[in-house]
């Protein structure tokens, strides 16, 4: 199993990114993904997930700016971030549970800085 984000980057307050997952190894389109971020000195925190039948979740500190989806033909899942403001900067990372095991990308670095 296998996953790498990428998109991060600094942006200004307002900004936007999308934020990617590409996922190998098992079998994507049946799988959760799941979105989580990460302050230094703070635990991990879920931001959005989704299913297989695209039913999606966000945290409230999100909801209406995040968007998160899927294409299961790419294998990819994507975070679109709107609207971006200071509290945003974390490390975002994807993760999936397979057979009650969590696999993790290696994160991506979003800056909100003005």
């Known amino acids: 199993v296998q996953l790498v984000e990428s998109g991060g980057g600094l942006v200004q307050p307002g900004g936007s990114l999308r934020l990617s997952c590409a996922a190998s190894?098992?079998?994507?389109?049946?799988?959760?993904i799941s979105w989580y971020r990460q302050v230094l000195g703070k635990p991990r925190e879920l931001v959005a997930g989704i299913s297989d039948v695209n039913r999606i979740y966000y945290d409230y500190s999100v909801k209406g700016r995040f968007t998160v989806s899927r294409d299961n033909a790419k294998n990819t899942s994507y975070l679109q971030m709107n609207s971006l403001k200071f509290e945003d900067t974390a490390v975002y990372y994807c993760k999936v549970t397979i057979r009650d095991v969590d696999y993790w990308g290696q994160g991506t670095q979003v800056t909100v800085s003005s």
């Open positions: 190894g098992f079998t994507f389109a049946s799988t959760y």
